[in-house]
């Protein structure tokens, strides 16, 4: 095998074209008709950053395709909670997961090898909370989206940090919201705990 890019930087460890087709198909496999078109909507448009977009300048899934890789353990995690948690509305959670991050793409300055520089104007001014309410609002509205569930869907990116002090000015007010709150930290920590694992000797 010839030589790939990803062993000579930092880089998910899974393939990026992979993720993202497990994403693409998680969104057509819904049932909810609205939420399916809105993400695979928004997968379909995002997809050349997604290849290889990181997820932060730095910390967790500060590497290249970290995002796509921070989202596809979300929703793996997700469908292990809907077993648990019968009454989650799966195809929402599924929505919240997939769309939560997105506007990251777009917040973060990065390079083709998912190295990050810094933010952009609309990240340092806007965030990617309010710029991901801004675009769902408008791609619900060309889908012509019921108000109650385009609120919902809104609700929970507008959530998901939990804490004013991490930019969201709701805290979550459903299950489904409340949830992905905690599948984004889990993964988060899990991460952030398994690079620093990886950094130590056997015995320290």
Same mark, same amino acid.
């Given at each position: 095998e010839g030589l790939v890019?990803?062993?000579?930087?930092?880089?998910?460890? #899974?393939?990026? #074209?992979e993720m993202f087709a497990f994403l693409? /198909?998680?969104?057509?496999?819904?049932? /909810?008709?609205?939420l399916a078109a809105l993400c695979t909507k928004s997968l379909e448009a995002n997809r050349d950053k997604l290849l290889y977009y990181p997820a932060a300048q730095r910390? +967790?899934?500060a590497e290249m395709a970290g995002l796509l890789y921070h989202v596809k353990r979300m929703l793996m995690a997700a469908e292990r909670m809907?077993?648990?948690?019968?009454?989650l509305d799966r195809d929402l959670l599924y929505t919240g997961v997939i769309l +939560?991050?997105? #506007?990251?793409?777009? #917040?973060?300055?990065?390079?083709?090898?998912?190295?990050a520089d810094g933010y952009t104007f609309e990240g340092i001014l806007l965030g990617h909370l309010i710029q991901g309410v801004k675009v769902l609002d408008r791609q619900m509205e060309e889908l012509g989206f019921p108000r109650e569930k385009a609120l919902m869907v809104e609700h929970m990116i507008l959530s998901?940090?939990?804490?004013? /002090?991490f930019g969201s000015p709701k805290k979550p007010l459903f299950p489904e919201a409340e949830i992905l709150h905690y599948?984004?930290?889990?993964?988060a920590r899990m991460y952030d705990m398994q690079e620093a694992l990886d950094a130590t000797f056997p015995g320290e």
């Open positions: 890019l990803r062993d000579f930087i930092k880089a998910a460890p #899974e393939d990026p #074209e693409l /198909d998680a969104a057509k496999a819904m049932a /909810d008709a609205d910390n +967790h899934h809907c077993q648990v948690y019968g009454h +939560h991050d997105m #506007e990251k793409l777009n #917040e973060i300055n990065a390079n083709e090898f998912g190295i998901h940090h939990y804490e004013p /002090d599948l984004d930290l889990i993964d």
